[in-house]
């Protein structure tokens, strides 16, 4: 199954930074691993478009809504185009075979870009 997947938003172009708020789980009971990473990217997957330059590790609890603030520098790349939010995680769920669905292995229950002074 899938490790990465995305989500565009449109680009407001009167914001100069952003900073992404998220909250999800983690299925972690349903991994063979103990705990799972994520890194989120913006535009392109990619080390140097990473947001989150250390990994977020699940080991069962929910993220609660969290801030990520996205450096101006690397919101106004690509200045012409949507955003987009990759996610990556480093164990992927294994549905049944019955299941052919493609399972990332994070849900996502709340996420938006909210607009931000650069300053803080």
């Known amino acids: 199954t899938k490790q990465t ?58 993220l609660p809504l969290t801030a990520y603030p996205i450096p101006p520098e690397l919101y106004e790349n690509f200045l012409e185009r949507d955003i987009r939010i990759i996610f990556e995680v480093d164990h992927a769920l294994q549905p049944s075979t019955e299941d052919k669905r493609d399972v990332l292995g994070f849900q996502v229950l709340q996420m938006w870009l909210q607009p931000m002074n650069p300053e803080h």
Not at 16 to 41: C, F, T
Request: cysteine-free; hydrophobic content about 40%; overall charge negative.
């Open 5 to 62: 997947s995305f989500v565009e938003f449109r680009r407001d172009k009167r914001a100069r930074a952003v900073k992404l708020l998220l909250q999800g789980h983690s299925p972690i009971e349903d991994l063979e691993a103990n705990e799972q990473k994520l890194w989120i990217y913006i535009h392109e997957k990619d080390p140097e478009f990473l947001i989150t330059k250390e990994p977020i590790v699940f080991t069962g609890e929910r």
